[in-house]
């Protein structure tokens, strides 16, 4: 399944696909999308540049690293003839299809990996907030989501005891970036199955998948000048 989205600029569309056959599992899981702009493309070079997105959505304003002219990639796009291309988290799908949370009850059979992932989604809070303080990339740090409001809240003991204020800390990481507090899943096997069964894991032959539907199709392992493409551990595949 192929579908196109043409967004405002006229050089640059969105797609989404259903995921391919690999590594024996079956067709299924999220929907993975990509976005390319071939308006600086020059085929008798074949320069690729692939932007593997973070944790953020492509939709807009997420989409600016393939269609903000004034973004140094594309910039650089103009300045070699390259084609630009996006996937978005990764390649794994929509970032709201693993939400964070803690409210579920520890799994006793699994108490050693359930208590290590309680730990390690409030410390992705606090790790998002170190990473982008200050950096003004999107409205929430625009308007104070940082390091200095986690440790004024941190440091307020009006607000509780420790415990208290790292949830405070969460709700407003929450509310600042648009969601709404509520309970907050904390279920290991949950986020175990969900990942074994839904996700499917980067591989080369899946990226030129994805770029074999751009237009034009390319494929920078023949071209004249190649990109080298980083990998990342497949993190997501647990034993």
């Given at each position: 399944?192929?579908?196109?989205?043409?967004l405002?600029?006229?050089?640059?569309?969105?797609v989404?696909?259903?995921?391919?056959?690999?590594?024996?599992?079956?067709?299924?899981?999220?929907?993975?999308?990509?976005?390319?702009?071939h308006k600086?493309?020059?085929?008798?070079?074949?320069?690729?540049?692939?932007?593997?997105?973070?944790?953020?959505?492509?939709s807009?304003?997420?989409?600016?690293?393939?269609?903000?002219?004034?973004?140094?990639?594309?910039?650089?796009?103009?300045?070699?003839?390259?084609?630009?291309?996006?996937?978005?988290?990764r390649?794994?799908?929509?970032?709201?299809?693993?939400?964070?949370?803690?409210?579920?009850?520890?799994d006793?059979?699994?108490?050693?990996?359930s208590?290590?992932?309680?730990?390690?989604?409030?410390?992705s809070y606090?790790?998002?907030?170190n990473?982008?303080?200050?950096d003004?990339?999107?409205?929430?740090t625009?308007?104070?989501?940082?390091?200095?409001?986690?440790?004024?809240?941190?440091?307020?003991?009006?607000?509780?005891?420790?415990?208290d204020r790292?949830?405070?800390?969460?709700?407003?990481y929450?509310?600042?970036?648009g969601?709404?507090?509520?309970?907050?899943?904390?279920?290991?096997?949950?986020?175990?199955?969900?990942?074994?069964?839904r996700?499917?894991?980067?591989?080369?032959?899946?990226?030129?998948?994805?770029v074999?539907?751009?237009?034009?199709?390319?494929?920078?392992?023949?071209?004249?000048?190649?990109?080298?493409?980083?990998?990342?551990?497949?993190?997501?595949?647990?034993?």
């Amino acid at each position: 399944m192929l579908s196109y989205l043409v967004l405002a600029l006229a050089f640059t569309a969105v797609v989404t696909i259903s995921p391919p056959i690999l590594f024996g599992r079956p067709r299924g899981g999220f929907l993975k999308r990509y976005q390319y702009n071939h308006k600086f493309y020059n085929a008798s070079t074949g320069i690729v540049f692939l932007m593997i997105g973070g944790e953020g959505s492509i939709s807009p304003p997420g989409d600016k690293w393939v269609k903000d002219e004034s973004i140094t990639m594309m910039q650089w796009a103009q300045k070699y003839g390259a084609a630009a291309f996006q996937l978005e988290h990764r390649f794994y799908g929509p970032k709201e299809n693993a939400p964070l949370s803690l409210c579920d009850d520890f799994d006793e059979n699994n108490l050693t990996k359930s208590k290590q992932f309680f730990f390690s989604n409030i410390i992705s809070y606090f790790q998002d907030i170190n990473q982008y303080s200050g950096d003004n990339r999107n409205a929430a740090t625009r308007n104070g989501l940082g390091i200095p409001k986690a440790c004024e809240i941190m440091t307020n003991s009006s607000l509780g005891d420790e415990m208290d204020r790292v949830k405070q800390v969460l709700d407003w990481y929450t509310v600042t970036n648009g969601g709404k507090v509520g309970c907050y899943d904390n279920s290991y096997g949950k986020y175990l199955k969900n990942t074994r069964t839904r996700l499917i894991p980067i591989s080369m032959t899946s990226l030129r998948y994805v770029v074999g539907y751009g237009k034009p199709a390319l494929n920078w392992a023949i071209s004249k000048q190649r990109i080298t493409v980083p990998t990342e551990s497949l993190e997501a595949q647990y034993q």
